[in-house]
């Protein structure tokens, strides 16, 4: 998984079926999600893609999708965004996201 920041944002959401991560280094929940998110990659096939974004690295980005609570994960489709959920997710919730 790629950690992505502002200026990358845009031209990695923009083709295809996109995950992404808002988290912090810091964020215990982060880091379980993170190693799920791990396992979900390897699993997608190229169904599509998971990228991270560091809030605190990329507070506009946070901003503009009104990440309050971390991990917040964002589901882009051809650059437009179709869902969002907020906190841990299990494996299988986040492998559905792609089917």
């Known amino acids: 998984m790629k950690i992505i920041n502002e200026k990358e944002f845009e031209n990695e959401i923009k083709e295809g079926v996109v995950l992404?991560?808002?988290?912090?280094t810091?964020?215990?929940?982060?880091?379980?999600?993170?190693?799920?998110?791990e396992?979900?990659?390897?699993e997608l096939g190229g169904k599509g893609k998971i990228v991270k974004v560091d809030v605190?690295?990329?507070?506009?980005?946070?901003?503009?999708f009104a990440v309050m609570s971390i991990p917040t994960?964002?589901?882009f489709k051809d650059g437009q965004m179709?869902?969002?959920n907020v906190g841990v997710m299990q494996k299988?919730?986040?492998?559905?996201?792609?089917?």
């Open 82 to 84: 179709v869902s969002r």
């Open 92 to 99: 299988q919730e986040c492998l559905k996201l792609f089917e």
């Open 20 to 24: 992404v991560d808002f988290f912090a």
């Open 26 to 37: 810091w964020c215990a929940p982060c880091r379980m999600m993170g190693a799920i998110l």
């Open 39 to 42: 396992e979900v990659d390897k």
């Open 56 to 64: 605190d690295q990329n507070e506009k980005l946070a901003k503009q």
């Open 73 to 75: 994960l964002v589901l």
